[in-house]
Structures are given as structure tokens and as C-alpha cells.
Nanobody
Framework: VVHLVESGGGSVQAGGSLKLSCTAS????????IGWFRQAPGKEREGVAG???????TYADFAKGRFTIYRDNGRAALYLQMNDLQPEDTAMYYCASTGSTLARGFGCLGPVKEYTDWGQGTQVTVSS
């Protein structure tokens, strides 16, 4: 089991930026998919961005051009830089990892049920 801890959430106005961080308890997460997910009230959890090893990242359509996922393997850390935030980005953001080969076929953006290790989440609130 990999323990993940997110930080960096907060409240910003539309157009603002936030950088989320996720630290892992072990380097085991380097061997599979790791990504960011989010869940807004009343909605299902959805993939935001995912990355596998040293391969290029995959982004949900709403994240393309605004969000950047990157990792620091030396520190077992994962980041999500979010720019031009909009009210519809308001959600709880989670870091998650999995060794599932099925998740790799989805570009590490899902399926949510394939992810075995989750952080506690960090809240992002964007006001208009």
C-alpha cells in the first residue's frame, strides 16, 4: 500500500492559479500509473491528469492547456499546476496510484475503480 498525502488546495478567484502537491510514502508508485482526480458535489469522481513512469502525461479535455502534471521521482512527489481556474473546477482533488495494467490503457486517467491507493484529498474552490 502506498500512502499519498495531498496539499496545496485553497480558494481563488476565476483566472487564478494553484499548485497541488502529492507526496508518496514509498517509491513503489513509480512503477505504475499515478494521477490526479477530482470530485465535485453531486458528481462522480473523474480523472484530471495521469502519468506513467517517464511517459508523457494524459489530460482530460477540460484540463488541456490549463493544467500541467509533473513528478519528481527523487522525492516521490507528484504535482498539478492549475492555471486559469474557473468556478467549474471547484472540487475535491485527489492523488491516486495503481499498478493496474487496465489503467495504463486509459492513459492513467481511469477507470477510478482500478486505482488502489488514494490520498485524503485537498479542496479547491474557485469563485467568479
Amino acid at each position: 500500500v502506498v500512502h499519498l498525502v495531498e496539499s496545496g488546495g485553497g480558494s481563488v478567484q476565476a483566472g487564478g492559479s494553484l499548485k497541488l502537491s502529492c507526496t508518496a510514502s514509498s517509491y513503489a508508485y513509480n512503477n505504475g500509473c499515478i494521477g490526479w482526480f477530482r470530485q465535485a458535489p453531486g458528481k462522480e469522481r473523474e480523472g484530471v491528469a495521469g502519468i506513467l513512469g517517464r511517459e508523457s502525461a494524459t489530460y482530460a479535455d477540460f484540463a488541456k492547456g490549463r493544467f500541467t502534471i509533473y513528478r519528481d521521482n527523487g522525492r516521490a512527489a507528484l504535482y498539478l499546476q492549475m492555471n486559469d481556474l474557473q468556478p467549474e473546477d471547484t472540487a475535491m482533488y485527489y492523488c491516486a496510484s495503481t499498478g493496474s495494467t487496465l489503467a495504463r490503457g486509459f492513459g492513467c486517467l481511469g477507470p477510478v475503480k482500478e486505482y488502489t491507493d488514494w490520498g485524503q484529498g485537498t479542496q479547491v474552490t474557485v469563485s467568479s
